[in-house]
Structure formats: C-alpha cells, structure tokens
C-alpha cells in the first residue's frame, strides 16, 4: 500500500492546481500506481519529468529494444517491482531475449549477449554497482551508440533509476494485470 494517499487539487501546492488541472484533462484520472501516483502531487515536475521521459522514449537515437533493456537493468539494479512488472513484458515484445530478461530478473551472470545488450547490461550495472563506468564500458557503449546515443542512454538509465527512487521510497503499488513474476529482493 502507497505511503500517501492520492492526490487530490486540495492536496497539491496551491500555486500548481492550474497545473494539476490540465494534467487530468490529457490523464483523465489521478495515477493509482507507480511513479505517476507519487509525482503527481507536485505537477510542475511530474510535466517535466513526463517530457523527458516522452523524449527518451520517443525521439531517443536508441532502439526500443535498447530502451526497454535500459529500463529493465535500472529496474533491477534498483529492485524496483513497479517498472519491471512495467517494462519486463515489453522489452521482451521489443526483442530482449527471454533468457537476458529472466536472467536479469534472477540476478544472474548473463552471458552470449549481443554487442548491444552486453554493452548496455555492462553499462548500467557498473554504474548502479560501483557508482563509476569503466573506461572500457565506456568505450564499448561508445562505439555501439554513439556520442548522442550514450548520453541518451546515461539519462534514460538516470530517469529509471529516479522513477525507482519515487515507486520504492514511496512503496506505491503494483498494476493489478501484471504477467511477469515479482523480482526475488
């Protein structure tokens, strides 16, 4: 159970209620789950939060198959259960291999990965594990990527791990329709 209620136009800053209120006119609803539930309560940042992440999902040099293994590494580096049962479906639609998302989600040594998956699982783990990204990381990202593609790739990995920090600090809860297993934390 979420550790604030929902947000409610009462609820929010008074200086922000304009703001709330055209976010539930393109909504229709205050979020129930996940990050959305808590950002909502300061709409100004939920707006420029949701454009970032519209932009990194949508306009992103990175392929979706990337992307969704980018969420699926924060997700799981953070033992964040809201964007894995999110996203965990998804990057397998989007061409993650079954074998590189169970294994993600079990916490195993994956190996036999493609140029792409391994330099994006090296990547981010390296970062989330050691606060640092090691030169040849770096350069393999690099070189799969490009300049544009590894910054877009640092911020997405940076913005999942934020939307983590929001989905477990503030122990919102899970969609009810999820398919994937929970992660084992």
């Not at 703001?19 to 909502?40: A, C, H, Q, W, Y």
């Not at 709409?43 to 939060?49: D, F, G, Q, S, V």
């Amino acid at each position: 159970m979420a550790r604030i209620p929902l947000a409610t136009r009462e609820s929010v800053p008074a200086t922000q209620r304009d703001d709330f209120d055209s976010m539930l006119k393109e909504l229709k609803s205050v979020p129930r789950t996940g990050p959305g539930s808590v950002l909502i309560h300061v709409p100004k940042m939920h707006h420029t939060l949701t454009e970032l992440n519209h932009y990194l999902r949508d306009h992103s040099t990175l392929p979706k198959k990337v992307q969704e293994l980018a969420m699926l590494v924060a997700a799981r580096e953070n033992d964040c259960q809201h964007i894995w049962n999110a996203h965990a479906a998804s990057a397998r639609d989007a061409g993650v291999p079954d074998e590189l998302v169970d294994g993600l989600r079990d916490g195993d040594d994956v190996s036999g990965l493609s140029p792409d998956e391994e330099a994006v699982v090296n990547y981010g783990r390296e970062f989330f594990q050691t606060h640092r990204v090691s030169r040849g990381s770096f350069q393999a990202a690099l070189e799969i990527f490009g300049r544009q593609g590894l910054v877009e790739l640092t911020a997405l990995l940076g913005n999942y791990a934020l939307l983590a920090f929001m989905c477990n600090a503030f122990d919102t809860d899970l969609l009810s329709e999820r398919k994937e297993p929970l992660l084992p934390v």
